[in-house]
């Protein structure tokens, strides 16, 4: 009877094993949505590259480099299909484009060079090497914290050969170092006599002398 039983269990197994393989393959769309289209690097450098371009040019993210370069038509047959499935197969992280032609005038790649797994770490020279010839910028821009809106803006200017934007400063506006009105004296002011050339206290009052000259009578 337990044999029967574990025989059962066999076949019960073997069975839903078989469905569940039966089911995956009759379905050709094995598939779900991602969490987000950017990682949180991206989307943190996407904002700031936004920031540094401004409204000059419009990026474009995830591009092929089929999509921005053409091959000549001198070429012949054979190396036309090995190109053009090489420029199929490369991806650009960030391609800046004219707003109103969107006619491409740089490229940018993220780069973890911590190791050479990381993202594009080891540099492609297929991908260098095509924009190169087409004439091209490309920038291989290192992930790392901190990168201000000025460090892009220069290292742009740099490759699109335009003058490097002013560094503002931290502190914007005059800092007073001190006042600006003149400060008055605590000290109670003393009184110039022009004909004697001596300085003398302010009159006394009449209550005052009378006060003073009982004392002094007192004294002697």
């Known amino acids: 009877m337990e044999f029967i039983m574990l025989l059962l269990v066999l076949l019960v ?6 469905a569940s393989r039966f ?12 969490a987000a289209l950017f990682s949180p690097v991206e989307r943190s450098f996407l904002g700031l590259l936004d920031k540094a371009v401004q409204n000059d040019y419009r990026i474009m993210n995830r591009v092929r480099l089929a999509d921005v370069l053409d091959i000549k038509a001198s070429v012949s047959d054979k190396n036309r299909r090995s190109t053009q499935l090489k420029l199929n197969a490369k991806y650009l992280d960030y391609v800046l484009c004219e707003p109103e032609t969107m006619k491409v005038v740089a490229v940018l790649d993220l780069v973890n060079p911590q190791n050479k797994e990381g993202h594009k770490a080891v540099p492609d020279w297929f991908v260098s090497g095509a924009l190169d010839a ?3 910028p490309y920038l291989r821009i290192a992930i790392k914290a901190g990168y201000t809106v000025t460090e892009l803006q220069a290292a742009l200017a740099v490759k699109l050969g335009k003058p490097a934007p002013k560094v503002e400063p931290l502190l914007k506006g005059l ?4 006042p600006t009105r003149p400060i008055r004296t605590v000290k109670p002011a003393l009184v110039n006599t022009a ?19 009982t004392a002094l009578v007192q004294v002697s």
């Open 13 to 18: 197994v073997v069975i839903a094993l078989v």
């Open 23 to 34: 089911i995956d393959n009759s379905n050709p769309f094995q598939v779900q949505r991602k």
């Open 134 to 136: 087409a004439g091209v």
């Open 175 to 178: 800092v007073k170092k001190g």
């Open 195 to 213: 004909l004697s050339g001596r300085l003398m206290s302010p009159a006394l009052s009449k209550s005052q002398i009378k006060a003073q000259s």
